[in-house]
């Protein structure tokens, strides 16, 4: 959904450098291991939240995923479609819309230009997302 730079090495080298780098190794078990609970948090969002609790669980994710880097945590820089979006959270395009005019009318969103998204009350989103 945006530009990336791609790294390859052979796993011979890559396992002899984790030996001389042993900081290196946790590095990437702990890379690995965010992975893998950000994959359980998808898993347990498209099986048990609402259109309303997806959508905004995804914003807040693409927040933190921006404060991780150093970036304001609003607004948020929304590179998808609709229809990739819809397709990401198991939804249909449709109902991706209707859920974002939603918000955007009740105010808990702005929608600004370029594909952007401002997040101005993060209390109200935390507690759409846990479904309260």
Known sequence: MDEVKV???PRR???SLLEELPHLEKRLLGLA???LAQAQDQMVMLGR???KEKLVSFLLRLSKR???VGAEASPVDLPMSRTDIADYLGLTTETVSRTFSNLKRSQTIRIEQGGRVALPD???LEEIAEGY
């Open 7 to 9: 790294c390859r090495f």
């Open 13 to 15: 080298k890559l396992e």
């Open 33 to 35: 291991s965010n992975e």
């Open 49 to 51: 939240k609402t259109a």
């Open 66 to 68: 921006q404060e991780a």
């Open 122 to 124: 993060f209390e109200a």
